[in-house]
């Protein structure tokens, strides 16, 4: 490789982490400028923080890595680094604590990203780990877009009026496909050990041995669980796994949440506005438990997350795992509906141009998938960083959803991306498809 090369590679990271950086910021921008002062500073939900702590923690973790481990700047405000750390202080606490108000927490944000795009001007992109290949810019990008995507949930949380808008989805004619597609078995390269910007549960890359299954081309619609609704599935015990009823009951749970029966149609309440399920579109904010129910109920299962995997990435002619189901080019708005360009997901069988080679759609963006595994690491996984971002979720209390949504930016999205919660979780943008092994009969 020539200087020339390498001055070429330096400077098309230096504008993919300011490229990155920028469509974060802005995006916290629109989030946190859409509302009055008081819905900065309430808490939504226990679920949630306020709004104005995700803002300024999305700043202090930038000065943090970027200016203090990358930089060696002394600390701006060493004073609120407890404030700010999600470990120390659980969300529902968080409304009590000292924090900045608004126009403090919009400054101080401000200050440490100039800091952080001087220090971007120059640097080397080598020389340890961290500053590989500009690593820890593209995980601050990264950082700041899950909290932007942990902001508009607060916003569909939020009682009031609606303070965001977007275009729809382009609409989309019926999908006329098979309902499922068949997945061949036998190995696959699963997680990645080349992707720059790749977190650490995404690594190594590992061989997995994968059975022949069938998967579901699009994603569960709302008609199709719908379905299910009125057959019933809430009221029958023998389609739910024994926690998934007890939280069923003990809540009062008939519905996916914000889904609400009215003069013999249901609605739902999306950003503020209460409209007509459109039952064309994935089912969204479902939790593990229903999605695992309405899977029994329809003879199927939940995809393991190897399964999903091998369905979003691996090429049977190529005989390797691409970056995404459409190829190893970044997302463009023809594959996916993804970073809050809308604010719903598209049509079940949109988005032709990023299926995968079987035929299978919208393996990435408009809903997250839950799979049917729990979070564990990766043969030879090695936390980096720090080990609060993975690591210590590791276990059977948390599932594994895959393939972002609407809300998720493409800096935290690619066909090794793997997310988590607890299997009751509901007010995410969560939905699911199924799967059943090629043995098995229809």
């Not at 078995?185 to 650490?200: C, N, R, Y």
């Not at 091998?310 to 459409?326: M, T, V």
């Not at 997901?345 to 299978?360: H, I, R, T, W």
Request: charged letters at 25%; one cysteine or more; hydrophobic letters at 35%.
């Amino acid at each position: 490789m020539t200087e020339t090369d390498v001055d070429i590679d330096i400077a098309a990271l230096r504008e993919r982490a300011l490229r990155s950086l920028t469509t974060a910021r802005d995006r916290t921008t629109l989030l946190t400028s859409c509302v009055e002062g008081p819905d900065l500073t309430a808490q939504h939900s226990p679920l949630m923080s306020p709004l104005v702590w995700d803002l300024a923690h999305i700043g202090n973790q930038e000065e943090l890595w970027l200016l203090r481990n990358v930089g060696g700047r002394e600390a701006m405000r060493p004073e609120i680094d407890s404030l700010y750390d999600a470990f120390e202080h659980p969300r529902s606490e968080r409304p009590s604590l000292p924090l900045l108000p608004p126009a403090e927490a919009r400054q101080y944000a401000a200050e440490v990203r100039g800091r952080a795009l001087d220090l971007l001007d120059g640097a080397a992109f080598s020389g340890t780990r961290l500053t590989e290949a500009g690593f820890a810019f593209g995980m601050i990008a990264q950082h700041e877009q899950q909290h932007d995507e942990t902001m508009l949930i607060t916003h569909q949380l939020r009682k009031g009026p609606q303070a965001l808008t977007a275009p729809d989805p382009e609409p989309a004619p019926p999908f006329t496909g098979p309902a499922e597609v068949l997945v061949p078995g036998g190995p696959f390269t699963m997680g990645t050990s080349t992707e720059p910007w790749a977190l650490d549960n995404e690594r190594p890359a590992h061989r997995r041995e994968v059975a022949s299954y069938w998967i579901d081309t699009t994603p569960v619609t709302n008609g199709r669980y719908l379905a299910f609704i009125e057959d019933g599935g809430y009221e029958q015990e023998r389609w739910w796994a024994p926690e998934g009823w007890a939280h069923i009951r003990q809540h009062a749970i008939s519905a996916p949440q914000f889904w609400h029966r009215e003069g013999g149609q249901w609605l739902r309440r999306r950003f503020g506005i209460t409209e007509v399920v459109p039952p064309e579109e994935p089912v969204l904010h479902v939790s593990w438990y229903e999605a695992d129910a309405y899977a029994r109920w329809a003879g199927r299962r939940l995809p393991t997350e190897a399964e999903w995997e091998k369905a979003a990435r691996h090429h049977p002619g190529e005989n390797r795992s691409r970056r995404y189901p459409w190829g190893d080019a970044d997302p463009a708005p023809a594959h996916a509906n993804l970073g809050q360009r809308h604010l719903r997901p598209a049509p079940a069988g949109s988005y032709p141009q990023g299926e995968s080679p079987l035929g299978v759609r919208q393996l990435i963006g408009d809903v997250w998938e839950w799979t049917a595994s729990d979070f564990e690491p990766y043969p030879g996984f090695a936390a980096f960083p720090y080990k609060e971002y993975s690591e210590v979720f590791f276990g059977p209390e948390y599932k594994v959803l895959r393939g972002g949504s609407f809300a998720v930016d493409q800096v935290a999205c690619r066909g090794t991306f793997r997310n988590w919660d607890y299997p009751i979780r509901r007010q995410i943008f969560s939905g699911f498809r199924t799967a059943r092994s090629a043995a098995e009969t229809v």
